[in-house]
């Protein structure tokens, strides 16, 4: 069974809820690493927890949710193994798959409402990574090497 890793800060928790929600309606397994309150964390702890989950391979997928997403975003890519997409609609979230293969979406609680994070969601779990020319360039994200085309 496919898992996907939830993690948020205190702005994000609720709709992380509803995210967790969804997946498991979709069959996924769902690992939810918190928050789960209003009470303050630091959205860097919160993208370390879900970087080091992927990296321990206990889940294929992540979801971060801030405030805005931005800054749990950019926390994110700190680590070569995470493409984080910070996503707004559904046509940013079928790119961040199609040409970046991104493994972690981002969302902003603050200034993506919940209907729209599901289509995100959604859509980003149904979009395959296009390969080809994009291939290349993702492996230079993780610090590989590709043979030029």
Same mark, same amino acid.
């Given at each position: 069974? !496919? ?6 800060? +205190?702005?994000?928790? %609720? ?5 967790? !929600? @969804? ?6 397994? &769902? ?21 080091? !989950? ?8 992540? &979801? ?14 700190? +680590? ?5 997409? @910070?996503?707004?609609?559904? !046509? ?6 199609? +040409?970046?293969?991104?493994? &972690? @979406? ?27 020319? +994009?291939?290349? %360039? &993702? ?11």
């Amino acid at each position: 069974m !496919t898992v996907i890793a939830f993690a948020s800060d +205190h702005a994000g928790w %609720r709709l992380k809820a509803e995210l967790m !929600t @969804l997946a498991r309606e979709r069959g996924l397994e &769902v690992l939810d690493l918190g928050v789960n309150s209003d009470d303050s964390v630091d959205y860097p702890d919160m993208a370390e927890a879900l970087a080091r !989950t992927l990296a321990e391979g206990r889940a294929r997928w992540g &979801v971060l949710i801030c405030g805005t997403g931005i800054g749990i975003s950019i926390a994110a890519n700190r +680590h070569r193994h995470i493409r984080a997409a @910070l996503c707004h609609d559904v !046509t940013t979230a079928r790119y961040a798959r199609l +040409h970046n293969d991104a493994n &972690v @979406l981002a969302l902003g609680a603050r200034t993506t409402g919940p209907e729209v994070a599901r289509d995100c969601l959604n859509t980003f779990l149904d979009t395959p990574f296009e390969g080809g020319r +994009h291939a290349r %360039r &993702v492996a230079k994200l993780s610090g590989e090497t590709t043979p030029a085309e």
